[in-house]
Nanobody, 119 residues
Framework: QVQLVESGGGLVQPGGSLRLSCAASGNIFGFYTMGWYRQAPGKQRELVAT???????NYADSVKGRFTISKAHDKSTVWLQMNSLRPEDTAVYYCNVHILVLTSNYDYWGQGTQVTVSS
């Protein structure tokens, strides 16, 4: 089992920055991906950024060049640095860990943290 707890959300003006943190506990092993997703009101949850155990990153086109994902070496924390925030970045942001072991997939989610970009 893996437990994830997000923090760092809040209200920020357009053009501002926030840094989200996700504290991970439990056994993260094998090939894994740590990532951030978001869900705006009335919309489906979408990928924001992911980082694999092989250090490969993937970003949504809408956040490329503005957001940066990183993780602690011991996998205890994953961060999302968000710069040049826009009103359309407003959403609940969720931390995710996906683990692949042989043919089994395991998905874990945090409870989410609200990010509101508004003047």
């Amino acid at each position: 089992q893996v437990q994830l707890v997000e923090s760092g959300g809040g209200l920020v003006q357009p053009g501002g920055s926030l840094r989200l943190s996700c504290a991970a506990s439990g056994n993260i092993f094998g090939f894994y991906t740590m990532g951030w997703y978001r869900q705006a009101p009335g919309k489906q949850r979408e990928l924001v950024a992911t980082l694999t155990s092989g250090e490969h990153t993937n970003y949504a086109d809408s956040v490329k060049g503005r957001f940066t994902i990183s993780k602690a070496h011991d996998k205890s924390t994953v961060w999302l640095q968000m710069n040049s925030l826009r009103p359309e970045d407003t959403a609940v942001y969720y931390c995710n860990v996906h683990i692949l072991v042989l043919t089994s997939n395991y998905d874990y989610w945090g409870q989410g943290t609200q990010v509101t970009v508004s003047s």
